[in-house]
């Protein structure tokens, strides 16, 4: 069952990946190399949550990073 699962995340991100690369301009070549990149990103995302579905989110990670910044001006939690 997984492997159909991740056949599909990869068919589907090609399919994404083959309709619209093509439509971006010419010669532009830093956009084609960021929507490269997103799109694998994305992929690479989809894969993970796959794989690891009690992985913990963007935001959760943003709380961790940002909880010294509130303790200094929320003190009592």
């Known amino acids: 069952m997984i492997v159909i699962q ?3 995340i990869t068919l589907l991100a090609a ?3 083959a309709y619209d690369y093509p439509r971006l ?3 532009a070549k830093k956009e084609k190399i ?3 990149v997103i799109t694998a990103a994305g992929w690479a995302i989809a894969l993970l949550l796959m794989f690891f579905p009690r992985m913990p989110g963007p935001t959760e990670l943003i709380n961790y990073a940002t909880r010294p910044i509130w303790n200094i001006f ?3 939690g």
């Open 34 to 36: 960021a929507f490269a």
């Open 74 to 76: 929320y003190p009592e």
């Open 6 to 8: 991740l056949l599909g």
């Open 15 to 17: 399919a994404i990946f």
């Open 25 to 27: 301009r010419t010669g």
